[in-house]
Each structure stands twice: as C-alpha cells, then as structure tokens.
C-alpha cells in the first residue's frame, strides 16, 4: 500500500541553523504531499501543499518540491527560530478525493536559541 | 485558519464501557475523518464520513466503533465496549470538499484503564 517515510526522527539545531527533513513516498499516480505541524497538546496544522511535478509548496520560510522522480518532497528552512520547535509530518493524500491522509512517523525539530 | 473543536479534551473511563468522543466540524465542511494516534506514534486513518454514511475505513476500524453525525450536529466516534488498546488521542478532521485540505482538531486524549 501507500506510504510515507521520514529519515530523520529527532532533529536539534541552533536558531538561524538550516533545516532539512526528508520525505520520501511510494504511491501510485500523482498523489497530493502535505506537510503538516504539530505543537504540543494541538492537533496537526496545515503548513502547504503541492500536487504535481516540481511544483513548490511554501509557507512561514518553509518549502517543499514534488519530486516524482526521486518521489521525495523534503522540508526546508534556511533559518528557523525557537518558535519552529514542533513535529512535522509529511503525508500523502490521494489527489483529489475525500481519501484519508498517510502520515509518515514525524520529526521531532528541537531549536535552541 | 478554520477551527474544528473535540470534546472532551480528555476522558478517563473503565476498560468495557461506553465512550463518545464529540467533534465540531467546520460550519460548512462537507467531509469529516477520525484519526487515532498512539503515544509516540504517528497519525492513522480510522474513517471518513460523507452525506451521511461511512466512506472509508481502516483495519483499525474494528467493529466496536461507530460513527454518525444526526442533522448536522457533532460529528462522534463512539467505542462500545471499550478495550485498553483503545486509549491513543483521536483527532478529528474536516474539509469542504475533495479539493479542499483537511483541517484538524486538538484531539481527545482517552485513557482506558
């Protein structure tokens, strides 16, 4: 079935450092990859979306790029703050339709200032 | 952005009895799902409901559990008889229609004892 998987589980890092969590998937067809946060006690929040090739998603300094040809959509920030410290989820949704969400495991990103 | 509410936060019950957990979607939010997330964990799919009826439902679904939202009141995950499996945080999530994203609540937090 379809998947998501994160590399990284736990990432620490320095305020202003750059942040990378990769995301792979495996799906048929042309899934739309989500990524979403999560702070602690709230449920998950919408960071961006993207649902084609190259298409980039974005928001808040984070961004993404689909790749089908790696089928990856890693999350980047060229500086994050303290108040980035959250997990972040990578998910797959199945285009268009009212399919549920796959979530990969998350990422625990931890920034000191 | 669009807020869905759960209530309760948290509930605390005996291993065998009755459970509601209670969401409110967003106003004009067409389909809604339930997510069951273990300590630790990442987010799976439980259901989505659409026009009244189960769409979609996972392994975790077991027969225990129920789902129905009576003229468009709460949207409620009822688990009768509970088992100690069952505590994890359930998330509930709604979207407006199939090209729309899925926005979740802060979860209900059940322990069965």
């Known amino acids: 079935g379809d998947s998501v998987t994160q590399t990284e589980g736990q990432v620490a890092l320095s305020e202003e450092d750059f942040l990378t969590i990769h995301c792979n998937y495996s799906?048929?067809?042309?899934?739309?990859l989500f990524w979403y946060v999560q702070y602690p006690g709230e449920g998950p929040q919408f960071l961006f979306r993207?649902?084609?090739?190259?298409e980039k998603g974005s928001s808040r300094g984070f961004e993404a790029t689909y790749d089908k040809g790696t089928t990856s959509f890693h999350l980047r920030k060229a500086s994050v703050q303290e108040s980035d410290s959250a997990v972040y989820y990578c998910?797959?949704?199945?285009?268009?339709?009212?399919?549920?969400?796959?979530f990969g495991t998350g990422t625990t990103v931890s920034v000191s200032p | 952005g669009p807020k869905v509410l759960q209530i309760p936060s948290h509930q605390i019950i005996d291993m065998g009895q009755m459970v509601t957990l209670n969401c409110d979607p967003v106003?004009?939010?067409?389909?809604f799902y339930w997510y069951k997330q273990i300590l630790g964990q990442q987010m799976e799919f439980l259901v989505n409901?659409?026009?009244?009826?189960?769409?979609?439902k996972s392994k975790l679904f077991k027969d225990q559990f129920s789902v129905e939202r009576p003229d468009g009141s709460y949207f409620t995950l009822k688990i009768q008889p509970t088992a100690l499996e069952d505590s994890a945080v359930y998330f509930c999530?709604?979207?407006?229609?199939?090209?729309?994203?899925?926005?979740f609540g802060p979860g209900t937090r059940l322990l069965v004892l």
């Open positions: 106003s004009n939010h067409l389909y």
């Open positions: 799906a048929s067809g042309y899934p739309a």
């Open positions: 998910a797959l949704g199945e285009g268009q339709g009212g399919r549920a969400l796959i």
């Open positions: 993207a649902s084609r090739d190259k």
């Open positions: 409901f659409y026009n009244g009826k189960v769409m979609e």
């Open positions: 999530a709604s979207r407006r229609d199939r090209a729309d994203t899925q926005y």
